[in-house]
């Protein structure tokens, strides 16, 4: 279980996570919603480790604490980030990318478990494993970027907007894709601008405004809110 209890994050004087608190168990997809500049990549990179602002509260992974750990033995301990943008190694091969995922002494002991996870749920990236990653679609890349991160074997995916920039159809099967993670036990914790496809394979939410906790319920129970219908679904007409 991921717990995260009271946590803030300054920037100097501004405040952008006040008292924040959430929890991700094993095969649960929990999902994120809220406007630009509400917080949410600030949450994902504190629990991370790689966020630049002063970070204080809890964050732990199965009773074991993170806030104080780097970033490399926060990936040891169980967590993998996707950031917004994916963030791979453009020159390097797809094989390449997915093995560099496999650097933690978690990842490496799971290798090639890990690796045929990873093929099963991308057959694309074992069609084109000696690909250069920059020569491919933003779709595979993101793939990629999935596959890497689950290369180090965690009990917690995060993820930054992984449908940014990619085409409907491409969205839907991204969306199928996380669906087939949580089948495998693996908790994920995503920040999404596609509010309704992420809530529709969701287990639960939580609504980010100005850096604090406004609210939280069942998936299902958001998509049929009104107040989040006209402030993240389009209305509600659109969700009829």
């Not at 104080?68 to 301990?77: F, G, L, M, Y």
Request: aromatic share 4%.
């Amino acid at each position: 279980m991921l717990g995260v209890t009271g946590l803030s994050v300054s920037y100097g004087l501004h405040r952008a996570l006040d008292d924040v608190s959430l929890a991700v168990a094993p095969g649960e997809i929990v999902v994120i919603l809220g406007a630009n500049g509400a917080g949410k990549s600030t949450l994902l990179r504190a629990i991370a480790g790689i966020c630049e602002g002063q970070a204080t509260g809890s964050v732990s992974l199965g009773g074991t604490d993170l806030l104080a750990r780097t970033s490399d033995r926060i990936v040891e301990a169980g967590v993998a980030f996707v950031p917004e943008g994916r963030g791979i190694f453009g020159d390097l091969t797809v094989w390449e990318n997915l093995t560099l995922g496999a650097y933690s002494e978690r990842g490496r002991a799971r290798r090639a478990e890990n690796l045929a996870r990873v093929f099963d749920l991308f057959p694309k990236l074992a069609e084109r494993k000696r690909q250069t990653a920059r020569t491919m679609s933003g779709g595979e890349q993101q793939m990629v970027a999935i596959g890497r991160a689950m290369m180090a074997n965690p009990d917690i995916l995060m993820l930054d907007e992984p449908s940014l920039g990619l085409s409907p159809l491409l969205c839907k099967e991204l969306f199928q894709t996380l669906s087939h993670i949580r089948g495998t036990g693996m908790g994920v914790l995503l920040v999404e601008q596609n509010a309704r496809q992420s809530l529709a394979i969701a287990d639960r939410g939580y609504l980010l405004e100005n850096g604090e906790i406004t609210g939280e319920a069942e998936a299902e129970a958001m998509l049929n809110d009104p107040a989040v219908q006209a402030a993240y679904l389009g209305g509600a007409a659109a969700a009829t």
